[in-house]
């Protein structure tokens, strides 16, 4: 037996008017629509999805973007700043933890696995 696909029906149907239809004239208010609160959303809506397409694909970089990478810049800068006048990782560490050794917190055990120093 051939594969054969039957097409896809087409129904119509034939109405007899009275009068001949006249489309309606477009209204000029559109306040019972909330037309304008329908373009707050369109916008939103196109904004929202412009953020999500990968950077290639944009104009400009999103407001977002923008922020985190000040953001990282002023970090960068102050940690520069901070660890300018230190020698080395060391002298870092117990800047910061001055009372606390790494050693003395973890030891590690066969089997790669970290577990606090028994006394």
Do not use: C
């Amino acid at each position: 037996m051939p594969d054969y696909k039957r097409p896809r029906a087409i129904k119509k149907m034939m109405v007899e008017m009275d009068r001949p239809f006249v489309w309606p004239e477009e209204p000029t208010d559109l306040t019972p629509w909330d037309k304008e609160l329908y373009d707050k959303q369109e916008t939103f809506r196109k904004e929202a999805m412009e953020s999500r397409l990968p950077d290639a694909n944009r104009d400009e970089p999103s407001k977002h973007i923008e922020k985190v990478k000040e953001a990282e810049r002023n970090l960068m800068k102050k940690q520069r700043e901070e660890t300018s006048g230190i020698d080395s990782a060391s002298t870092f560490r117990e800047k910061q933890l001055p009372n606390v050794k790494i050693e003395d917190v973890y030891v590690r055990k066969p089997g790669g696995k970290r577990k606090p120093k028994d006394d």
